[in-house]
């Protein structure tokens, strides 16, 4: 293997590491903001569609069956199609799924166009962190793969706002008439369209991750790609990639098998990290918060600022995590955050379930100190979250696996993510009207519990090591 080397440069070009990281990126966004926008919704389309708690619930949620699928043929579209060319399919699905939820004649065809977005979702969630890992240099790396959580909850925060204007144009109500008529819950759906090509536009930008172009013999493209990430003489590490990217065959799902027939240690860790993220509960913040301060008392109006702070706060943790990821290291900031949401969620669980109940609506009502108290420790939860498992969970999958399996674990260890997803906020409108929210928030406090143990016993640190070290 012969290859012209590039001019010298002494250190990364960090300004085009985070271009090309945020355009990969903005799949991110999307994710966070196709997840969100229902949130404002789902009281119109409830009635919208006279649909009962279990439809409402499958409608918000059917997304994310959606997610699974995209997240589980990602990695094998991507290892045939490439980095770039998997996310322009997303953009797509992103965009026909973003006009068709907006435009939806019945709760069918509402599912129908909210599975098609969830693929996309899913595809974004598995493509990003992957496309990052693999251009990012190692002390970089953490801070980077943060930008995929950073996305993610900018996409929510501007969905909620969104969500929120909108209402409040409509004259407080999703359900009111917004422009040319047209009820306000469908322009919420709209408001994505123009993120969605956004993401298809830069996808076309983007140079090819090098280690898939390695994979494909494209050395020379693949050195040209470093040069420009990482400076100097790159042919050396061509070289150490092709080692491990060209000994073995094409990647499928059998490598995550070990000899004995079961899964790898390392693949049930990265299930494992995915299904305590959602077994957490924060969805059901995003998903339905609206929904559940209206149940305690705030109006439609006031609920949805309440998540639009709630946003901001993700936002705010969120860069806190990008600025110590790596120093700190991952495992010390997941274990902080275990506590915390463990806290947090615990001190919900009680308000709620000591609340008087409210007998024309069966719901909890909270007023005063109860009420002050369970805003306070909602908010904690978000930051706890925000500055661990949100996005530590999203580095650890991009960079656990090594380089035979990455692609296929990390399409398993998201489709198995949005499986919990789906889980939690299919179960979430029965939980809080047959049981109550302090039923449901005992069992959020639970997993947060059990996930301190599953990180101080499982959870090795990787911050500082290559890929081709993993």
Do not use: H
Request: glycine share 10%; hydrophobic share 55%; aromatic share 12%.
């Amino acid at each position: 293997m012969t290859l012209r080397e590039p001019a010298f440069r002494k250190e990364e070009n960090v300004s085009f590491l985070i271009l090309i990281a945020g355009a990969a990126a903005l799949g991110g966004f999307l994710f966070g903001f196709d997840t969100a926008v229902i949130n404002g919704t789902v009281s119109a389309l409830s009635k919208a569609f006279n649909a009962n708690s279990v439809m409402t619930g499958f409608a918000v949620s059917c997304a994310l069956i959606g997610s699974a699928l995209g997240a589980f043929v990602a990695g094998a579209i991507a290892d045939r199609q490439g980095r770039p060319r998997t996310m322009i399919i997303a953009s797509i699905f992103f965009t026909l799924s973003a006009i068709g939820s907006g435009i939806a004649f019945g709760i069918w065809d509402f599912i129908f166009w909210r599975a098609l977005g969830g693929i996309a979702v899913g595809m974004a969630s598995v493509i990003a962190p992957a496309y990052i890992a693999e251009v990012a240099p190692a002390r970089l790396r953490g801070r980077l793969g943060s930008l995929q959580q950073l996305a993610i909850v900018v996409g929510i925060f501007i969905a909620l706002i969104g969500d929120y204007g909108i209402a409040v144009g409509a004259g407080g109500s999703a359900e009111a008439n917004f422009w040319f008529g047209i009820p306000a819950w469908r322009w919420m759906f709209w408001t994505e369209i123009p993120s969605a090509i956004l993401y298809g536009v830069s996808a076309l930008m983007i140079p090819e991750s090098p280690r898939y172009l390695i994979a494909q013999k494209r050395y020379q493209e693949a050195a040209n790609v470093l040069e420009k990430v990482l400076g100097g003489n790159v042919e050396a590490k061509v070289e150490e990639i092709r080692q491990t990217v060209l000994t073995e065959r094409k990647p499928k799902f059998s490598d995550l098998l070990s000899r004995s027939g079961g899964l790898l240690p390392i693949v049930w860790i990265g299930m494992g990290l995915s299904i305590l993220q959602q077994f957490v509960g924060i969805n059901v913040i995003f998903y339905y918060s609206s929904v559940l301060w209206q149940a305690v008392g705030f109006s439609e109006k006031n609920s949805l600022l309440i998540t639009v702070i709630t946003g901001i706060v993700n936002i705010v943790t969120t860069l806190i995590a990008i600025a110590y990821v790596d120093k700190f290291g991952r495992k010390p900031l997941l274990i902080i955050g275990s506590i915390g949401m463990t806290v947090t969620l615990g001190t919900l669980a009680l308000v709620f379930g000591n609340a008087t109940i409210n007998p024309a609506t069966g719901n909890p009502t909270l007023s005063g100190v109860p009420g002050i108290l369970a805003l306070v420790a909602a908010n904690l939860y978000v930051v706890c979250f925000g500055f661990s498992w949100g996005p530590i969970v999203w580095v650890l999958l991009g960079e656990i696996f090594n380089n035979k399996i990455r692609a296929a674990a990390l399409s398993l260890a998201a489709g198995v993510q949005w499986i919990a997803n789906f889980i939690v906020s299919t179960t979430f409108p029965p939980l809080l009207k047959y049981f109550g929210l302090g039923s449901a928030y005992g069992l959020y406090t639970i997993a947060s519990a059990i996930s301190i143990f599953f990180v101080l016993l499982l959870v090795k640190e990787t911050k500082g090591k290559e890929l081709e070290e993993m």
